[in-house]
């Protein structure tokens, strides 16, 4: 089983920036990739970005592209999502996810508790 922490949410203005951390552990010897996934009140759940141990990416959502950037530090089991350039559509509860080599984005295997990001206009 793997475990993922969310870290960092909270309430920021437009145009104003935050980060996020996920921070994993237990059985990450099985996870091939780590990203996020928000959701906004009275939408689905949706990928924002992802990046894979094997070097493959990082992907991004095209809402978020330019705007947000995902890194990792193997060292710490930990990815983290610099988001840049807030507007109210971002404003969600943002998911860490995990998956194995054999999962796809479209079910990862693994789900944090997620973490508020409001932004206030």
């Known amino acids: 089983q793997v475990r993922l922490v969310e870290s960092g949410g909270g309430l920021v203005q437009a145009g104003g920036s935050l980060r996020l951390s996920c921070a994993a552990s237990g059985s990450i010897f099985s996870i091939n990739a780590m990203g996020w996934f928000r959701q906004a009140p009275g939408k689905e759940r949706g990928f924002v970005a992802g990046?894979?141990?094997?070097?493959?990416?990082?992907y991004y959502a095209d809402s978020v592209k330019g705007r947000f950037t995902i890194s990792r530090d193997a060292a710490k089991n930990t990815v983290y999502l610099q988001l840049n350039s807030l507007n109210s559509e971002d404003t969600a509860v943002y998911y860490c996810?995990?998956?194995?080599?054999?999962?796809?984005?479209?079910?990862?295997?693994?789900w944090g508790q997620g973490t508020q990001v409001t932004v206030s206009s």
């Open positions: 990046i894979s141990r094997s070097g493959d990416g990082p």
């Open positions: 996810a995990a998956k194995k080599l054999s999962s796809s984005w479209s079910r990862p295997d693994y």
